[in-house]
Structure formats: C-alpha cells, structure tokens
C-alpha cells in the first residue's frame, strides 16, 4: 500500500434533536496525512459530529464525500466501510472485557468470518501480534482484557480500530484515562499513521496533546465551526475562539493555610517505597500530581478507607485516625470526590436530587423516614452552590452534561460540614468552563477544611492549588509553593525514570517539608 | 406521540387489570362477588408475601430463587413441631421464622462472603432445603395421627390458633392471610420507599459500587435483604401450612416461580421499571385475578402456567422495550 492521499470532506451538516439545532452547518476537509484537532468544549457539538461521522446518528442535513465520492453513511457498517473509523471515549465500547487482547485485536476479522470456525489459537496471536505492532503495544496477548489497567484498554481499543486499515481515523479524548507515559506511546501511534496516509481527527481538551500532533486546528463552538487554523499553529488563538473569552492564567493568591490538621507520619504508598512526613492544613488546597499509578491515588484512597497504606500513621486534628470504611472516613468527616463517576460515584437510576443526598440522608431522616421536602430544599441549595444547570431536579443524572454531572458529585459533599475533602480527578470529562466554576468554588469554600486533589494533569493542578506534590513511583518527590513555581523542575520529578536521584531533584528551594530517604 | 408512549408505560399494566375486571365481571356477574373477590385475595395472599420477600433482594441487585424452597421448608418444621414434637402455636410459628432468619444468613454469607453469583447461591439452597424437608419424615407429608419411623403414632395436631392464621376470617369476611399480606405489603412500601435504609438499598441496587463510596455498607445491606426474603417465604410457609392443616411435601411447589413472576411484573407497575413493593403486590393480584376470571369461564385448569407465562412476558417487555431508559 502506498502512500494515498485520501481525502474526506464533509460539507453542511446539520442536526437537530427536537428544538434543539447542536449542528449547524458544519464543513471540514481532512487530507490523508494530516492530524486535524477539533477542539470544543461540552456541549460545543463534538460528540454529535463524532456520532453522524461515525454512522451513530444521521445528519438532518448536508454529506460526507471520500475522494470526491458522496458516501452515504447511515449505520456503523457503512462508516466502517467508507475507511471511517472511530475510536469512542468511553473505553469499555471499544473492547469486549472477558476476551484476551489477541482476541480483540482480530475480533473485527473473526466477526466477518475471515477466520475458519475452528480458530487455530497459534493463527491468532500471529495476526493479533501484527496489529499490536502497529501501535508498538507491548502485552502478553493472552491476557484477558479486564484485567487490564484503563490506559491499556485504551491502547486495545484503538490497536483494534487500526487494524483495519483506515482512511480517516477519529480519536475521541484519546488521552483522558492515560498517564503521561502512556499517551507518549499514543501520540508515537497517532504519527505512525499520519505517516502512513491516514486522516487523522483529533478530538481533545488538553493542550499538550494539540500541541505535539496538530497540524490544523478547528475550534468548535455552538454548532458551528468558529475558527480553522493552519501552520503556524496560533494556540492561544485556538483556545480563545472556542471558549469565546480570553483564558488568562487562572491566576490566585497563594494560602498558607491556618491549622495543621492531616500530619503523614513516616508513611509508605507501597513496600519498598520510601517513607514520607506531609504536613497539611486547612485552607489550603494540595494538588497531588505525578503519572499514573505513580501513588498519588493511592494517598487519597487510603485515607478515605478504600485502602491501607502501606506503612506509617496519619494524625488527624492531632489524633492517630484510620478509617477502616468509606463508611467510617464520611462518619469522620472526610469526603472524597472519586474518580470516574460513571462507575464510582453516580447511581444511574437514581434522580439529580436523590444522588446528591445519598450519603447524608441520616441528615434529613426521622427513624430512618426521609423527609423528603427538606431533602429538596438542601439539594436545591447545594446544587445551586456548585452552580448544576438542571431542569428538573428529579430527572436523571444521565440527562447532565458531564460538567453537570461532576458538579452534582462535588455537591453531594458540600451538604455536610467537612474536615477533609478528597478529590481524584475531579475534572475528567469536564469542560473548560465547568472545570473553572468547579475550581473557583473548592478555592472560595476551602477556608475550614483540608482540600487535596488528585490531578494528573498539570494544567489542573495549577489552576486550584496553593500547593502542589509529586509523586513518582510511590515516592513523594516534590513539594512546590504556587507562587513559587518552577516548572522545569517539576516536570522533571513528574517524569523522572523511577530510580533517578530523587534527593538530587528534591533539593530544590521550593522545598517545604522534608523528605526521608 | 411520546406523551401516549409515556402513558402506556405507565398504566398499561393498571388498564389491564381494569380492563380483566370489567371484562370477567359483565361474562360472569358472580365475579365481582363480594365473596369471589376474597378467594381471589386469599388465593394471591401466599404469592404475594413471596414477591414482596423477592422484591427487597431484587432491590439490591440480588436474587432469591430459594423463596419457595423455603416457604415449603417453613410450613414442613411448623408441621413438625406441631405433630411430633406436640409443641404448640407460637414454638411452631417462630421455628418457621427461625427457618427464613436462617436461610436468609446462610443466602446473605454465600453471597456477600463467598462471592457466590446470586442466582447460583441460591438455586443451591432451593435444592438443598428442597432435599432437606423430606428427610426428618422419610419422604411423607405431615399430617395429625401420622405414625412415625419407631411405629407409635404423633402425638401432636395442629392447634386452632395455628389453623386461624390461614383459615380465619376477620369480620366474617376477609381472610386473615389477606390481612397479613396488606400489612407486609405496607411495611414494605414504606421501607423501600420512605425510609433512607430502603433508599440505600436502591442504591446499591443500582450501582453497588459508587453506594459503597458514598458510605453505603453494602454488605449489611445485603444481609438484610436476604433475610427480609427468607422471612416473608417462612411467613408464606406459614400461612400455607394454616391453610390446609398438614405439612405438605408437595404443596411449596408452584410458590418460587408465581411469586417471582410477580415481582417482575410489578416492575412494569406505574413504569417503576425497577422492583417494588406495590408492583409486586399488584402484580400477583392480576395473575390472580387472571386465573380466576378464566377459571370461572372454564379455562382448563393446565392452561394456567401458560397464561401466567403470557403475562409475564408481556409485562417484560413493558418494561424493558418501552422504557425510555433503553435508547
């Protein structure tokens, strides 16, 4: 196969869902070859674009042409056919979990009957193996999907979608759930395949990823196409005409915090690992970033009893406490914003109102009967605080945009007095400017409370924190003021191999406890 | 036309019921009988303490196939207490009682502790208490007069206030089974609705894992399902045994599958399209008002099965294919 150079145009789509126009008239040109970024926040269009692209919807109006060629394109099937393949965002549609990877990699070849109803187990991994070259995926292929960690199912997922040799290739927030290290080897990927021809759309929210793949950029807003960006790329640009509004620094004061009232005493994320002292007070906000799995998760999640550490003690206000239980952590004040909603936080049958209440309906119960009319009254409050745009409180969660949803979650904590507020990953899946509303409230009600979040990305961390960690491999290896950042080093300790010299990185000025090797 | 769409999911399933009523009571005036309308009650009163047991595990995301097992195995010990062991009324009623306590532990500890998938858990225990009823007899049912194994004849009867449960009428009218019912039927609503430890229940229900992160102690919770299950079979069992006065080895029969068909046709009850308490407990009214109403028209009697198949499958498909829930 040489080099071809597709390529697809989609001209005036439009679709409407009830009163509601999301698109437009939407035309973009891809050539094979060539990395397009779609940018948008929630609610911007994207994902209904993805979904007419990809034959999940049908547009109202306007077509898709490959090579000049109108391609009606109605179901999946026929995307599929027309070269047109599309990697989802939500991982688990992409793979089948109880399948091996060598079986998902070829599922696509064993649904159509190019393999014989006997399947030579040595056949399949030999083909298996071949479509794992492509993205330089190296795992056992043996192993069973759901045991894999998000990032790897990730990698699956879009191994799968290559493998059938695609025209243009749509990436949908490829890099949500992949560490730093892991979209490394994505991005690897992404160029392999605009080197081999392939047209690329690239739909994302994190600059760092537009920045190393993009060679246009088309921002998205209100259904509309707002701005297309040629070499060179104008990020800031970009940015601006999709958000519609200047994106200065979110820049805050620095809080030194008043009490101490979690003290990490001589603590250890994992055998081995080294022991840490952390200090921490309330009124300030600690952002806790490093790659992932490099322990940052394992610190809140041990203090919220999901797990134990490995070693050492935690005071809080004073006393040595554990909790044994989520259970227990909420008894004692300490919440925790989790990571991936959908799984670990939203309960889908439940109404907007009646997940924001779940854990503290003790609050509103008389005997164990709820009063409903003051649950409302305090979900209304809350809800209102964190600033949800519902209709209609006893609707769905599902009917929220993920922005919404989130900030449900964040509102559901907010019902109680509390000690220690937890977050991990609190803007996954959250547009740009429910992002900032959700920063700007954990920064204005973060006075009485120790506040600490969990943000793989950097840019996040940056734009809530007072004070940033790092860890590495379940090493604390850096501790920064927000004023008195510098960047260099940090992102030194975030991507530092496991075993450099930390004490090495560490010594750096901004040092604010220490650190025991 | 989705407002219609929303309707009929809601009340397609009342507007059957209505509809069954009007139609059984112009073909057969007798129908609608004062007296008819509580055999109809008494006959459902069984199933439907079963169903209302099944809802609170289905709550929960669970699953209790030992329901019927466990009624038949209920109604065999108060039988045996009564006759052999010539123990009286209330040691008969609690070792029943005891029985679902037990039953449901025993259901809750396979399931929580040993990670035993629901379904398997307790189709094992249906089998298990299924063998288990039949061995203190040999094999026979329990009556009055019965001889035992060592050849001298049980001491025991069944006492009038044991039999009044199941045979008594209140008022001269309503059956006492249909009164115990209603009740279970109410405190049920209210625990699943009303209260925070029902609320919690949905929840885990829902997603079990997102409840245990919001503070839910799912294990508890699943305990308490599983032995609210065992308890109402065992009170099932109970009534059964007061309603036709000896243990029955064969009686307990039809119990699981009726009282699990209810269960699922009320999910499609006011479109809850979840469990719930008055779905279940309408749900075995309309079959019971089905079977009736044909029976009066002289249906045979081994259609039965398949009609109340029909339903079921209709109510499903209420539910699960009209639910907007469902893209």
Same mark, same amino acid.
């Given at each position: 196969?040489?080099?071809?150079?597709?390529?697809?145009?989609?001209?005036?789509?439009?679709?409407?869902?009830?009163?509601?126009?999301?698109?437009?008239?939407?035309?973009?040109?891809?050539?094979?070859?060539?990395?397009? *970024?779609?940018?948008?926040?929630?609610?911007?269009?994207?994902?209904?674009?993805?979904?007419?692209?990809?034959?999940?919807?049908?547009?109202? /109006?306007?077509?898709?042409?490959?090579?000049?060629?109108?391609?009606?394109?109605?179901?999946?099937?026929?995307?599929?056919?027309?070269?047109?393949?599309?990697?989802?965002?939500?991982?688990?549609?992409?793979?089948?979990?109880?399948?091996?990877?060598?079986?998902?990699?070829?599922?696509?070849?064993?649904?159509? +009957?190019?393999?014989?109803?006997?399947?030579?187990?040595?056949?399949?991994? @030999?083909?298996?193996?071949?479509?794992?070259?492509?993205?330089?995926?190296?795992?056992?292929?043996?192993?069973?999907?759901?045991?894999?960690?998000?990032?790897?199912?990730?990698?699956?997922?879009?191994?799968?979608?290559?493998?059938?040799?695609?025209?243009?290739?749509?990436?949908?927030?490829?890099?949500?759930?992949?560490?730093?290290?892991?979209?490394?080897?994505?991005?690897?990927?992404?160029?392999?395949?605009?080197?081999?021809?392939?047209?690329?759309?690239?739909?994302?929210?994190?600059?760092?990823?537009?920045?190393?793949?993009?060679?246009?950029?088309?921002?998205?807003?209100?259904?509309?196409?707002?701005?297309?960006?040629?070499?060179?790329?104008?990020?800031?640009?970009?940015?601006?005409?999709?958000?519609?509004?200047?994106?200065? @620094?979110?820049?805050?004061?620095?809080?030194? +915090?008043?009490?101490?009232?979690?003290?990490?005493?001589?603590?250890?994320?994992?055998?081995?690992?080294?022991?840490?002292?952390?200090?921490?007070?309330? /009124?300030?906000?600690?952002?806790?970033?490093?790659?992932?799995?490099?322990?940052?998760?394992?610190?809140?999640?041990?203090?919220?009893?999901?797990?134990?550490?490995?070693?050492?003690?935690?005071?809080?206000?004073?006393?040595?406490?554990?909790?044994?239980?989520?259970?227990?952590?909420?008894?004692?004040?300490?919440?925790?914003?989790?990571?991936?909603?959908?799984?670990?936080?939203?309960?889908?049958?439940?109404?907007? @109102?009646?997940?924001?209440?779940?854990?503290?309906?003790?609050?509103?119960?008389?005997?164990?009967?709820?009063?409903?009319?003051?649950?409302?009254?305090?979900?209304?409050?809350?809800?209102?605080?964190?600033?949800?745009?519902?209709?209609?409180?006893?609707?769905?969660?599902?009917?929220?945009?993920?922005?919404?949803?989130?900030?449900?979650?964040? *509102?559901?904590?907010?019902?109680?007095?509390?000690?220690?507020?937890?977050?991990?990953?609190?803007?996954?899946?959250?547009?740009?400017?429910?992002?900032?509303?959700?920063?700007?409230?954990?920064?204005?009600?973060?006075?009485?409370?120790?506040?600490?979040?969990?943000?793989?990305?950097?840019?996040?961390?940056?734009?809530?924190?007072?004070?940033?960690?790092?860890?590495?491999?379940?090493?604390?290896?850096?501790?920064?003021?927000?004023?008195?950042?510098?960047?260099?080093?940090?992102?030194?300790?975030?991507?530092?191999?496991?075993?450099?010299?930390?004490?090495?990185?560490?010594?750096?000025?901004?040092? @604010?406890?220490?650190?025991?090797? | 036309?989705?407002?219609?769409?929303?309707?009929?999911?809601?009340?397609?399933?009342?507007?059957?019921?209505? &509809?069954?009523?009007?139609?059984?009571?112009?073909? !057969?005036?007798?129908?609608?009988?004062? $007296?008819?309308?509580?055999? $109809?009650? !008494?006959?459902?009163?069984?199933?439907?303490?079963?169903?209302?047991?099944? #809802?609170?595990?289905?709550?929960?995301?669970?699953?209790?196939?030992?329901?019927?097992?466990?009624?038949?195995?209920?109604?065999?010990?108060?039988?045996?207490?009564?006759?052999?062991?010539?123990?009286?009324?209330?040691?008969?009623?609690?070792?029943?009682?005891?029985?679902?306590?037990?039953?449901?532990?025993?259901?809750?500890?396979?399931?929580? !502790?040993? %990670?035993?998938?629901?379904?398997?858990?307790?189709?094992?225990?249906?089998?298990?208490?299924?063998?288990?009823?039949?061995?203190?007899?040999?094999?026979?049912?329990?009556?009055?007069?019965?001889?035992?194994?060592?050849?001298? &004849?049980?001491?025991?009867?069944?006492?009038?206030?044991?039999?009044?449960?199941?045979?008594?009428?209140?008022?001269?009218?309503?059956?006492?089974?249909?009164?115990?019912?209603?009740?279970?039927?109410? $405190? #049920?609503?209210?625990?699943?609705?009303?209260?925070?430890?029902?609320?919690?229940?949905?929840?885990?229900?829902?997603?079990?894992?997102?409840?245990?992160?919001?503070?839910?102690?799912?294990?508890?919770?699943?305990?308490?399902?599983?032995?609210?299950?065992?308890?109402?079979?065992?009170?099932?069992?109970?009534?059964?045994?007061? %309603?036709?006065? %000896?243990?029955?080895?064969?009686?307990?029969?039809?119990?699981?599958?009726?009282?699990?068909?209810?269960?699922? $046709?009320?999910?499609?009850?006011?479109?809850?399209? %979840?469990?719930?308490?008055?779905?279940?407990?309408?749900?075995?009214?309309?079959?019971?008002?089905?079977?009736?109403?044909?029976?009066?028209?002289? #249906?045979?009697?081994?259609?039965?099965?398949?009609?109340?198949?029909?339903?079921?499958?209709?109510?499903?498909?209420?539910?699960?294919?009209?639910?907007?829930?469902?893209?």
């Amino acid at each position: 196969m040489g080099i071809q150079s597709d390529s697809i145009e989609i001209s005036g789509i439009k679709k409407s869902f009830g009163t509601n126009t999301v698109l437009h008239d939407i035309s973009l040109t891809v050539s094979g070859g060539e990395v397009l *970024a779609l940018m948008g926040a929630n609610g911007a269009g994207k994902s209904t674009l993805v979904k007419i692209l990809s034959g999940v919807y049908q547009a109202d /109006g306007g077509s898709i042409s490959v090579n000049g060629q109108t391609s009606i394109i109605d179901t999946p099937q026929q995307a599929r056919e027309s070269g047109i393949v599309t990697v989802h965002q939500i991982i688990n549609d992409g793979v089948v979990q109880d399948l091996t990877i060598a079986e998902n990699l070829i599922l696509d070849q064993l649904c159509d +009957g190019r393999f014989p109803a006997f399947v030579n187990k040595g056949k399949l991994h @030999e083909r298996a193996a071949e479509v794992a070259k492509t993205i330089g995926l190296d795992l056992p292929l043996d192993t069973k999907v759901a045991e894999l960690s998000q990032a790897d199912k990730q990698l699956v997922a879009i191994a799968r979608a290559l493998s059938v040799k695609p025209r243009l290739l749509i990436l949908d927030e490829p890099t949500s759930s992949l560490s730093e290290r892991e979209a490394l080897r994505l991005f690897d990927a992404v160029e392999q395949m605009r080197d081999q021809g392939v047209a690329i759309i690239y739909i994302s929210h994190r600059m760092s990823d537009i920045r190393r793949l993009a060679d246009r950029i088309a921002a998205l807003r209100e259904g509309r196409i707002v701005g297309l960006f040629e070499k060179p790329l104008d990020y800031d640009g970009a940015v601006h005409s999709m958000l519609g509004h200047a994106v200065g @620094e979110v820049m805050h004061d620095y809080q030194s +915090g008043e009490a101490s009232r979690v003290v990490f005493r001589q603590v250890q994320l994992a055998e081995g690992s080294k022991p840490f002292d952390l200090d921490l007070k309330t /009124g300030q906000i600690v952002a806790l970033t490093g790659l992932l799995s490099s322990g940052c998760a394992s610190v809140v999640e041990s203090l919220f009893g999901m797990h134990e550490f490995a070693s050492g003690t935690v005071m809080l206000d004073g006393a040595e406490w554990r909790a044994a239980s989520p259970n227990q952590a909420i008894k004692d004040g300490v919440y925790m914003v989790q990571e991936d909603r959908g799984n670990n936080a939203i309960i889908p049958d439940f109404s907007i @109102e009646n997940n924001t209440s779940l854990p503290f309906l003790k609050s509103f119960s008389w005997l164990s009967f709820i009063n409903r009319d003051r649950e409302k009254a305090r979900v209304k409050e809350v809800i209102d605080l964190t600033k949800v745009k519902y209709t209609d409180p006893t609707a769905e969660m599902s009917t929220l945009s993920g922005g919404n949803q989130q900030k449900v979650m964040v *509102a559901r904590w907010m019902l109680e007095e509390c000690r220690v507020l937890l977050l991990n990953e609190p803007f996954q899946g959250v547009d740009i400017s429910s992002r900032r509303q959700i920063g700007k409230l954990l920064r204005e009600t973060a006075k009485d409370r120790v506040t600490i979040a969990v943000c793989t990305d950097v840019e996040e961390a940056l734009e809530i924190a007072d004070r940033i960690i790092v860890f590495n491999h379940n090493n604390l290896v850096g501790d920064h003021r927000i004023d008195q950042i510098d960047m260099p080093t940090l992102i030194k300790q975030i991507a530092a191999a496991p075993d450099a010299d930390f004490t090495a990185l560490s010594s750096s000025k901004t040092q @604010e406890t220490d650190i025991h090797a | 036309m989705t407002n219609f769409r929303d309707h009929a999911i809601k009340y397609g399933l009342l507007v059957l019921l209505a &509809t069954m009523i009007v139609f059984f009571s112009i073909a !057969q005036p007798a129908f609608l009988s004062m $007296i008819n309308v509580f055999i $109809i009650l !008494q006959s459902v009163s069984i199933v439907a303490i079963l169903a209302l047991g099944v #809802t609170a595990t289905l709550a929960v995301n669970g699953f209790d196939l030992s329901i019927g097992s466990t009624a038949a195995f209920s109604m065999m010990m108060a039988s045996y207490v009564m006759i052999v062991f010539d123990g009286g009324t209330t040691a008969a009623i609690l070792t029943a009682l005891g029985v679902g306590v037990l039953v449901g532990l025993v259901n809750g500890f396979m399931t929580v !502790q040993m %990670r035993v998938p629901d379904l398997l858990a307790t189709l094992g225990m249906m089998f298990l208490l299924l063998g288990l009823q039949l061995i203190p007899t040999q094999g026979r049912s329990i009556a009055a007069g019965m001889s035992l194994s060592g050849g001298e &004849t049980a001491p025991g009867k069944f006492t009038e206030a044991f039999l009044f449960l199941g045979r008594a009428r209140l008022f001269d009218i309503i059956p006492v089974p249909v009164v115990i019912m209603l009740v279970l039927a109410v $405190i #049920t609503y209210l625990f699943l609705e009303r209260t925070r430890h029902g609320r919690v229940m949905y929840a885990i229900g829902s997603n079990e894992r997102a409840a245990h992160l919001a503070g839910a102690r799912v294990k508890f919770y699943r305990y308490v399902a599983y032995v609210m299950s065992g308890v109402y079979a065992s009170i099932g069992g109970i009534l059964l045994a007061a %309603r036709i006065g %000896r243990g029955d080895v064969s009686s307990g029969n039809s119990l699981l599958m009726d009282g699990v068909a209810a269960a699922l $046709i009320g999910f499609a009850v006011l479109g809850a399209a %979840r469990p719930n308490a008055q779905g279940s407990a309408i749900g075995a009214l309309l079959v019971g008002v089905l079977l009736n109403g044909l029976t009066m028209m002289n #249906t045979p009697y081994y259609t039965q099965d398949f009609i109340k198949g029909l339903v079921l499958v209709a109510a499903l498909m209420f539910t699960f294919g009209l639910s907007k829930k469902r893209g």
